[in-house]
């Protein structure tokens, strides 16, 4: 099982920006895609963005598509999630996790097999 710890969170005010941190104990090795989702209380967990490990490809949300960014750092194991012009329904807890999985919409959540502990972004005046 790879092993993801986030960091990064915080609270921020309408229209800034934070950028969120995942370290894997393992890149590539054994997972297809990595992506980020999130869950505010009294919904249901969301896919916010995911990147290929083959070909870079990277997926967004209708929801932040122009205002967040996937990236990943393969010397450091890192991927990243820089968001900008947050919105009060950014607000939520997000987690980073990996996938297996070659087929399959790269935002559906039911298809990543590990998962961290979660980082909260509350956004709010």
């Known amino acids: 099982q790879v092993q993801l710890v986030e960091s990064g969170g915080g609270l921020v005010q309408p229209g800034g920006s934070l950028r969120l941190s995942c370290a894997a104990s393992?890149?590539?090795?054994?997972?297809?895609?990595i992506g980020w989702f999130r869950q505010a209380p009294g919904k249901e967990r969301e896919g916010v963005s995911c990147?290929?490990?083959?070909?870079?490809?990277?997926y967004y949300a209708d929801s932040v598509k122009g205002r967040f960014t996937i990236s990943r750092d393969n010397a450091k194991r890192m991927v990243y999630l820089q968001m900008n012009s947050l919105k009060p329904e950014d607000t939520a807890v997000y987690y980073c996790?990996?996938?297996?999985?070659?087929?399959?919409?790269?935002?559906?959540?039911?298809?990543?097999?590990?998962w961290g502990q979660g980082t909260q972004v509350t956004v709010s005046s």
């Open positions: 996790a990996t996938s297996p999985r070659i087929f399959g919409n790269c935002l559906r959540s039911v298809l990543y097999d590990s």
């Open positions: 393992e890149f590539t090795r054994n997972y297809y895609r």
């Open positions: 990147i290929t490990t083959s070909d870079e490809g990277t």
